[in-house]
Nanobody, 120 residues
Framework: QVQLVESGGGLVQPGGSLRLSCVAS????????MGWYRQAAGKQRELVAQ???????TYADSVKGRFTISRDNARNTVYVQMNSLKPEDTAVYYC??????????????WGQGTQVTVSS
């Protein structure tokens, strides 16, 4: 059982910055990957960035050089620092965690989403 709590969304001007946080609450699973997806109005959900427990990162091409993902393994927390924001970054951002129990299958858990709006 995993609970994901997101924070940090809001309204920002083009060129501005936001930092999103997500805390995963679990004692039954090992977290393999944490990251962020986003879904803009009328579009399908897409990967923004992810990080493994070991620190390996993956970014969407559209955010490379602007977004930075990081994590605090001890607190099961993942962050994404979003700089040089563009209107096309406007979306609901969802935290996710890919977890597994010892000897068990993998499961994906999702946060409730936090709105990021980039507009002048």
């Amino acid at each position: 059982q995993v609970q994901l709590v997101e924070s940090g969304g809001g309204l920002v001007q083009p060129g501005g910055s936001l930092r999103l946080s997500c805390v995963a609450s679990t004692s039954m699973y090992s977290i393999v990957v944490m990251g962020w997806y986003r879904q803009a109005a009328g579009k399908q959900r897409e990967l923004v960035a992810q990080v493994t427990t070991g620190g390996a990162t993956t970014y969407a091409d559209s955010v490379k050089g602007r977004f930075t993902i990081s994590r605090d393994n001890a607190r099961n927390t993942v962050y994404v620092q979003m700089n040089s924001l563009k209107p096309e970054d406007t979306a609901v951002y969802y935290c996710y965690a890919n977890v597994r129990a010892v000897g068990g299958p993998h499961y994906a858990y999702w946060g409730q989403g936090t709105q990021v709006t980039v507009s002048s």
